[in-house]
């Protein structure tokens, strides 16, 4: 059985990975789950100076899933640099895949400039979700034109792996991933966060501060799935598929529909062993269908 997966020019050692924004820059787990089993871990988002987050509160819990809206809270890429990158340079065999974010596209390229030398960093996933400042606000990713164009910017900026993370709130996902594709993009991740909103209907307010937020977890899982599946019908280049992943069953479905990596993300809350317990049902769902690589998956759907 081959459980890796090529992206670019490197290689995944196997296809399960953690989602950025549920697993801290992995050190946070280190006592918890064997880091070194892990396919990859996609940190939390970096951006070029420190941020504090959105006001509290932040989170909170929906009928099989969960709304955040933590907005981006990070040390900066300097304070990675010297907080965060010691750890990553200790994890074995697993990949570290730092998410980039930013609000003007010289924010990106600047995170990836200063990033590029650690030896330990394999890739990077570019959160395109972000408002572009420069451009009135509107997010990278609902726009085809900058999202290619900032595809294009990064990888001319580094020889890693560069996967673009496609929001959902958009018309049509495909012109999107077509645009990363055009753009050079190794990979795409697919899907962020659905838009949401909770209202506690007792104080006749919404439930987190900044009233609607990215809904996560189980509830949109079909959202990801049929993302993931048209997608991979539209593009050649590698699809990572996430979006509401609590067990093999649904890491399976997600490559049925066509994606060659997944990532796990709300699970992690509630059972830390989880990507690692997925891992393992794939195994065995691949030994009982006679199944030797994930791209075998990819032949049963039209």
Partial sequence: MDLKVKIGNQILPNPVGVASGTFGYGEEYGELIDLSKLGAIYTKAV????REGNRLPRLTETPNGMINSIGLANSGVEGFLKNKVPFLNTIKSCKNIVNVAGSTEDEYVKVVEMIDHVESV??????????????????????????ERLTRVIKSKTKKP???????????????????????????????????????????????YQKTGGLSGPAIKPVGVAAVYRVSKKITIPVV??????????????????????????????????????????????????????????????
């Fill in 122 to 147: 394999w890739g990077y996933e570019i959160n395109i979700s972000c408002p572009n400042v420069k451009c009135g606000g509107l997010a990278f990713g609902t726009d085809p034109i900058q999202v």
């Fill in 47 to 50: 951006t070029v100076l420190p």
């Fill in 241 to 302: 598929g996430l979006g509401g992943i609590m067990n093999a069953e649904d890491a399976i479905e997600y490559f049925l529909a066509g994606a060659s990596a997944i990532q796990v993300g709300t699970a992690n809350f509630i059972n830390p062993n989880a990507p690692l317990d997925i891992l393992d049902g794939i195994k065995d769902y691949m030994k009982e269908n006679n199944l030797n690589k994930i791209s075998d998956f990819h032949g049963f759907i039209d």
């Fill in 162 to 208: 560069v996967i673009m993370k496609l929001t959902p709130n958009v018309t049509d996902i495909t012109t999107v991933a077509t645009a990363c594709e055009i753009g050079g993009a190794d990979a795409v991740s697919c899907i962020n966060t659905v838009m949401g909103m909770k209202i506690d209907i007792h104080k006749k307010q919404p439930a987190i």
